[in-house]
């Protein structure tokens, strides 16, 4: 059984950094595409970053480009989530997820995911 423990969210100002980690338990964490979306309240999930199974390319949504970076550690089985520049746009649930196939933007494609977690940007 795969399981995704998402932390790192929290309150932060306009213009702060925080960086968002994945654990993964259970499975083959190195054999999976690994990605991040987020939910705004009232919002479909979109998704934000990707990342291959050894780290050496990502894509990310041009909403985050520039300010967000994904990245991830085989040995300890965890994904990460670098946000700079947050703005008030950026608030919502943050979701990393475990890609099983399809196209790696769509949430339909990822078959496993954490329960989230809050981050909440102030104006």
């Known amino acids: 059984q795969v399981r995704l423990v998402e932390s790192g969210g929290g309150l932060v100002q306009a213009g702060d950094s925080l960086k968002l980690s994945c654990v993964v338990y259970?499975?083959?964490?190195?054999?999976?595409?690994m990605g991040w979306f987020r939910q705004a309240l009232g919002m479909e999930r979109e998704f934000l970053a990707t990342i291959s199974y050894g780290g050496a390319t990502s894509s990310y949504a041009d909403s985050v480009k520039g300010r967000f970076t994904i990245s991830r550690d085989n040995y300890k089985n965890t994904v990460y989530l670098q946000m700079n520049i947050l703005k008030p746009d950026d608030t919502g649930v943050y979701y990393c997820a475990a890609r099983t196939g399809g196209p790696q933007n769509s949430p339909g494609s990822y078959g496993y995911w954490g329960q989230g977690t809050q981050v909440t940007v102030s104006s």
């Open positions: 259970g499975g083959t964490f190195s054999a999976y595409t």
